[in-house]
């Protein structure tokens, strides 16, 4: 299974996608306007995946890391998607959990993090604080 990478823009996240390393990272804003077209690749690459696990019989625990700076509800419709294609993951040997983080001062993201956890029943969300640094 090749990993899938792309790259950020001012509009769109970095993806960053290695199954070999166990690295699922999504990071950065995300307003970008046509939210389909961008998170297509995304989730051909999940629904790929989850068939190159259970095909292989592979247990496995995943962890998306999501480390959004802002987003728009174009693409709080993509993540949702994501989610449900997640749940099917789990079962067949295979977990999945997501880690939410926000910066301490953003309560906007904390609150959007904990409502998508609404909408997905079999995926655990952990809503992690980051503390500003001041240097």
Known sequence: MQKLIIESTDSSPKVYLDPDKSIF???????TED??????????????????LVNNKV?????????????????????VELFAILE??????ISVRVKWYYM????????????LASVVSKIP???????EVNS
């Not at 990272?25 to 307003?31: L, N, Q, V």
């Not at 700076?69 to 419709?77: E, K």
């Open 35 to 52: 939210s389909e077209k961008f998170y297509e690749p995304v989730l051909a690459w999940f629904r790929d995946y989850y068939e190159h």
């Open 59 to 79: 247990s496995k625990e995943i962890i998306i890391e999501m480390h959004m700076d802002y987003y728009n509800s174009a693409t709080a419709r993509s993540f």
């Open 104 to 115: 301490e001062h953003d309560e906007d993201l904390k609150n959007q993090g904990a409502g």
């Open 25 to 31: 990272i999504i990071t950065g804003e995300s307003r």
């Open 88 to 93: 099917t993951f789990v079962g067949n040997n």
């Open 125 to 131: 969300f952990e809503l992690i604080c980051l503390e």
